[in-house]
């Protein structure tokens, strides 16, 4: 395994211990994000959208609103977010407007429940590739099986009543 393959699995293993712990706290969901800046640790998360009572506090954008702060700056240039799940609309356009570098998600839209995504057509990815940014890498499927192993699976019977993004 070259040095990216072994740092993106040492990051993601550091997403899924945030999901984790996400999902056994009070307020908040098993989605974990990670921010990298030049090999340390900028900012992680995990999702505060129940604890905050706010729809736009996903894991991605909590620890980039942190690594903002951190860095002070808007721009997060050169920053890899590490992502448990694939990033919703919301978070990928969050990460475009900040000028992340690179996005390593593990889970995938295949890999988990339709209800994890807001529009079953839509591609989240396809707003990375319409950016008109060259300076933005993508990265799919790191440690997936541990990553979906987090969420409902695909085929599961969920009722409508209990699914959110509904």
């Known amino acids: 395994m070259d040095k ?7 990051w993601m293993r550091r997403a899924i211990e945030l999901a984790r712990h ?4 009070a307020g908040t969901n098993p989605i974990g994000c990670v921010l990298v800046h030049d090999g340390v640790v900028l900012a992680e998360a995990c999702n505060e959208v129940d604890l ?30 590490y992502t ?3 990033p919703c609309g919301m978070c990928t356009m969050a990460s475009i407007w900040a000028k992340i570098g690179r996005i390593v998600y593990g889970a995938g839209r295949d890999d988990v429940h339709s209800m994890y995504f807001e529009d079953r057509h839509l591609d989240t990815l396809d707003f990375i590739r319409d950016a008109f940014r060259d300076d933005l890498a993508l990265e799919g499927g790191v440690l997936a099986a541990e990553c979906a192993a987090l969420y409902v699976p695909p085929k ?6 209990e699914q959110f993004n509904r």
Not at 67 to 72: A, F, K, N, S, V
Not at 156 to 161: E, K, L
């Open 4 to 10: 990216t393959g072994a740092d993106d699995t040492r």
């Open 156 to 161: 599961a019977h969920v009722p409508r009543s």
């Open 52 to 81: 905050r009572h706010d729809p736009t506090a996903h894991a991605e954008i909590v620890a980039i609103r942190r690594g903002g702060e951190r860095l002070r700056d808007s721009e997060l240039r050169g920053v890899v977010l």
């Open 22 to 25: 996400g999902e056994a706290g």
């Open 84 to 86: 448990t799940l694939q």
